[in-house]
């Protein structure tokens, strides 16, 4: 199993900027898309961002203008800059990396992995 550590989540208030980062632990031989979900309380997971190896980005509407998904795939590592945040933006956030593994010698299995989740909350 791949494991995505996240972390950079926290309490901010509104208008305020948060900067979420998450790590893949494995012996990654190449990562096809990163990106990131969140999940209100009460809700299902929506998708915000997403970034290919070649960096194409996607965005939901609602994070289209205040969020900027990066990447560093030398650090297997992706980046969700959060600007102007909103009440509304409160949610777990979940880091999902869709990418292939080294799991022996000359043996690669393809993962599509979530992190545990970090919380997001935005005061009023």
């Known amino acids: 199993q791949v494991q995505l550590v996240e972390s950079g989540g926290g309490l901010v208030q509104s208008g305020g900027s948060l900067r979420l980062s998450c790590v893949a632990s494995r012996s990654i031989f190449s990562i096809n898309a990163m990106g990131w979900y969140r999940q209100a309380a009460g809700k299902t997971r929506e998708l915000v961002a997403t970034v290919t190896n070649g960096g194409k980005t996607n965005y939901a509407d609602s994070a289209k203008g205040r969020f900027t998904i990066s990447r560093d795939n030398a650090k297997n590592t992706v980046y969700l800059q959060m600007n102007s945040l909103k009440p509304e933006d409160t949610a777990v956030y979940y880091c999902?990396?869709?990418?292939?593994?080294?799991?022996?010698?000359?043996?690669?299995?393809?993962?599509?992995?979530w992190g545990q989740g970090t919380q997001v909350t935005v005061s009023s």
């Open positions: 999902n990396a869709d990418l292939v593994a080294t799991v022996g010698v000359g043996v690669f299995q393809h993962f599509t992995s």
